[in-house]
């Protein structure tokens, strides 16, 4: 483990946390630029503005009338919209997707519900994982290479060698749709794999925070003052138990989703890949929420404490109390949706 914790700061729609209010139909120029993000504490506030120099400016959502001169006694549209808002467990592009279509908040260009493309090319190498299958049944040992998705795309349109266009044209067969349809069909139900792509990517990365945060623990069990802490203790015994328990049911969940999106190409059909895009699609909003809630808490720890040397168990001690404790609830409340779907 790199014993620098370096801060997740994904650009706003790669980000779990953050929500452009751009993309909304905010009528208040003076929040249009704003963004709604999670602070440490995993509640929803709003930021004004954001510089190196001065820091963050942020505004309690309860604030917000005070602040823009709506008229005093009536519910602004846009405050009815950005509390609803303030609600939702975690911004992460797939999660808000569905969200946004169950509160009926029409945005203002749907495009940018996507991950950016920078974010997108570092996700192909998650992204073959998922499609490998794929080009074996129509190339078998051909030994194509293929680095993202868009080459795969691109492969399945003009095919280059007979074989696999002969096994190209049983596979349309299959699905009972026209040879050209294929990558149509294909880019349909990238996205499913792209998600699955991301949130592997998401959990992937936060691993070393979950090592360094973990082990801190330690020291303060150990401590002859802090040890004698009953409640400390069992604060120390809950954020284990939440960081060990949620991240061992999100990748016990995403294995399941890799293992029948292998089963879904030795039995390719239409049906079958609704029903993989289905399933995943249910999962969205609950590990959206706790990859959500784990990252604002790891990144919380990461700029307090960045490498192994900052901070004393005291110290440390301190933060879990006052600040990674707080909010957890909301993590254990995705635990429990896992629990509810059967995962």
């Excluded at 506030?45 to 954001?50: L, N, P």
């Excluded at 602040?67 to 467990?89: K, M, Y």
């Excluded at 570092?122 to 074996?136: A, D, G, K, N």
């Excluded at 596979?171 to 149509?184: F, G, N």
């Amino acid at each position: 483990m790199e014993d620098r914790l370096d801060l997740i700061e994904d650009t706003d729609m790669d980000s779990m946390f953050i929500l452009p209010l751009s993309i909304l139909p905010i009528k208040t120029k003076s929040i249009m630029t704003a963004r709604l993000i999670k602070n440490s504490q995993l509640k929803s506030i709003v930021e004004i503005f954001r510089d190196e120099q001065t820091g963050s400016g942020q505004i309690d959502v309860e604030s917000l009338p005070a602040i823009c001169g709506w008229t005093p006694g009536e519910l602004n549209p846009d405050h009815v919209i950005i509390r609803q808002l303030a609600l939702l467990p975690s911004y992460d592009v797939y999660s808000l997707r569905i969200s946004l279509r169950q509160l009926q908040i029409v945005v203002n260009d749907y495009a940018s519900l996507r991950l950016s493309q920078e974010k997108a090319e570092e996700l192909s190498r998650y992204m073959i994982m998922f499609t490998r299958p794929l080009t074996q049944i129509i190339y078998g040992d051909d030994g194509v290479d293929v680095k993202t998705y868009d080459d795969l795309i691109r492969m399945f349109r003009d095919p280059d060698v007979a074989k696999a266009r002969e096994r190209l044209i049983n596979m349309a067969k299959t699905l009972s749709i026209e040879v050209m349809d294929v990558p149509i069909f294909l880019e349909n139900y990238g996205d499913t794999f792209m998600s699955l792509s991301y949130f592997r990517y998401c959990l992937e990365r936060l691993e070393p925070y979950f090592s360094a945060c973990l082990e801190s623990l330690t020291p303060i069990r150990q401590h002859f003052q802090l040890k004698q802490n009953g409640n400390l203790m069992k604060t120390c015994d809950a954020i284990e138990d939440v960081v060990n328990s949620v991240t061992a049911k999100i990748t016990g969940t995403l294995e399941a989703f890799e293992r029948r999106t292998h089963q879904m190409w030795n039995n390719i059909s239409q049906e079958e890949f609704r029903v993989v895009k289905s399933m995943v699609e249910r999962q969205h909003v609950t590990i959206g929420a706790a990859l959500c809630g784990l990252t604002v808490k790891m990144n919380a720890f990461a700029h307090a404490f960045p490498h192994s040397r900052a901070g004393g168990p005291i110290k440390r001690a301190d933060f879990m109390m006052s600040e990674m404790i707080q909010g957890i609830d909301i993590i254990r409340d995705a635990e429990r949706r896992y629990e509810a779907y059967g995962s």
